[in-house]
């Protein structure tokens, strides 16, 4: 665990995000303008929505621990919304230093969000199942109401 920092496990999220956009753009490229298949919009649409998915939780993960504040936070959420955004914001992130290579959350953290961080990082095998749960449930939340229109 003590390879996972912040820095990285926020980078890797926002990478996989990208990519994900780009198999997305990809695939509607495809079905809406050659018209020749709506494979790759059935894969990366259920691809990218998870990837989002996980992407916001660990950006409100990440924002918690690092302590940013609420228009920063909704700033690294957004990033999500546009294709590819979320690397400007990684990188403005990084050069601000807002993505440490230590996780500031301890048990006498002064909020309940900082010390339930701390908890999910001192007991990280079940945090990676909740978040997977967590991951899987918005997810079927979201194939319950509709793709976007």
Request: aromatic share 10%; net charge positive.
């Amino acid at each position: 665990m003590r390879s996972l920092t912040p820095r990285s496990l926020f980078r890797t999220l926002a990478v996989a995000e990208a990519i994900t956009w780009a198999g997305l753009l990809s695939g509607m490229f495809l079905k809406y303008v050659t018209e020749t298949t709506e494979l790759g919009v059935r894969i990366f649409g259920m691809v990218h929505g998870v990837v989002f998915i996980a992407y916001c939780l660990v950006t409100v993960i990440v924002a918690i621990d690092q302590r940013w504040s609420l228009p920063r936070s909704v700033l690294g959420l957004a990033a999500a919304v546009p294709p590819f955004a979320t690397l400007p914001f990684e990188v403005y992130a990084d050069r601000r230093g807002l993505l440490g290579t230590d996780w500031l959350s301890r048990p006498d953290s002064p909020t309940v969000l900082q010390r339930a961080v701390c908890w999910l990082l001192r007991h990280y095998r079940l945090a990676v199942a909740l978040l997977v749960g967590a991951v899987a449930v918005l997810t079927a939340a979201a194939l319950a109401v509709g793709p976007p229109v």
